[in-house]
């Protein structure tokens, strides 16, 4: 993770799927995506810029696909809006925590 020039985009997400050769076959064609196998739970997958993986679980994952955000400096990155949690535009909740480092 942390590739230099992405600051402020995602760097990284990961899907729970129930099967990882079909997921990979469907995204391997659909997006050209590569894919590095890690045992019979996980693969991560790579399209030249983004990286991430799929992981064998439950499709029923509230929330959805885990995304990772990257930021050069992130005491530098604006902070959301405050409005109530929704944003009024795309009904988005943008949240500073949790905050995690890979450095």
């Known amino acids: ?17 129930s099967d990882i050769a079909r997921s990979r ?4 064609k659909a997006f050209g995506w590569t894919f590095t196998d890690y045992g019979p739970t996980y693969c991560e997958f790579s399209d030249g810029r983004l990286t991430g993986g799929l992981a064998k679980g439950s499709l029923m994952n509230p929330g959805g696909p ?3 955000l990257y930021a050069e400096d992130l005491g530098e990155t604006p902070p959301p809006r405050r409005s109530r949690c929704k944003d009024r535009q795309t009904g988005f909740c943008l949240s500073r925590r949790p905050t995690l480092s890979f450095s």
Do not use: H, T
């Not at 993770?1 to 799927?17: L, T």
């Open 25 to 28: 076959e469907f995204y391997g």
């Open 66 to 68: 885990l995304v990772i």
């Open 1 to 17: 993770m942390g590739n230099p020039g992405n600051d402020r985009r995602i760097d990284n997400i990961e899907f729970a799927v």
